[in-house]
């Protein structure tokens, strides 16, 4: 079992609507998290961290975690094809000090 | 202020060659990552610094990969000698973190692209 898991996608979605990404991990201990937004080419951006349970909003970004589930999702709202980017889930798990990143989501929104 | 800056942003060579890239962290970071991504993967850790020490090398293969922070700024991660699997992004991030309290907040540089033939 990978540590961090995600669909590769492509996700596709219309511009205007929800893209929901998800992320499950393995690793119980794991206390912070974080989404990471890749344009083809480019290097990783962060973009949201969250560190506990419920949601957290910032713009038209809102990470949503659930700690007994294992589960971090990332949902982004009114979608702009300058959305479209690969986006990496990351857990840092505190014990060993060591941040593991997801294979990603390719996310694909459509004028 | 400055991002990660590293260098070159590609490279071609031949298997068995050896290449070295660069990597100067932003200002004040204490803490620098090598990290490698292949195509459609997520990144993956090789090396980790706080300051000049290497705090994390347990995934770097140190048959034929090195990597030195000697003045605990710019680093650099060398290859020697290349072959075929080593072609991929090499990433260079650093953060306000240390290594016991790690953030999880990397700010990374461009990458360098090294395609081994």
């Known amino acids: 079992q990978k540590e961090v898991e995600q669909n590769s996608g492509p996700l596709s979605v219309p511009e205007g609507a929800i893209a929901s990404l998800n992320c499950t991990y393995s690793d119980r201990v794991s206390q912070s998290f974080f989404w990471y937004r890749q344009y083809s080419g480019k290097s990783p951006e962060l973009i949201m961290s969250?560190?506990?349970?419920g949601d957290k909003e910032d713009g038209r970004f809102t990470a949503q975690l659930n700690k007994a589930s294992q589960y971090v999702s990332l949902l982004i709202r009114d979608s702009q094809p300058s959305d479209s980017a690969t986006y990496l889930c990351?857990?840092?798990?505190?014990?060993?000090?060591?941040?593991?990143f997801g294979t990603g989501t390719r996310l694909l929104v459509s004028p | 202020e400055a991002g990660v800056v590293q260098s070159p942003r590609y490279k071609i060579i031949e298997k068995k060659q050896p290449v070295a890239f660069w990597c100067n962290p932003i200002s004040g970071h204490n803490t620098l990552y090598w990290y490698l991504q292949n195509l459609g993967q997520g990144p993956e850790l090789l090396i980790r610094y706080e300051n000049e020490e290497a705090v994390d090398d347990s995934q770097l293969p140190k048959d034929r990969f090195s990597a030195e922070r000697l003045k605990g700024v710019d680093s650099t991660l060398k290859i020697q000698p290349a072959e075929l699997g080593d072609s991929a992004v090499y990433l260079c991030?650093?953060?306000?973190?240390?290594?016991?309290?790690?953030?999880?907040?990397?700010?990374f540089g461009e990458g360098s692209r090294l395609t081994v033939l």
């Open positions: 990351a857990v840092l798990n505190t014990g060993f000090q060591k941040l593991v």
């Open positions: 969250i560190y506990s349970n």
């Open positions: 991030a650093s953060s306000h973190g240390t290594y016991k309290r790690d953030t999880g907040e990397l700010f």
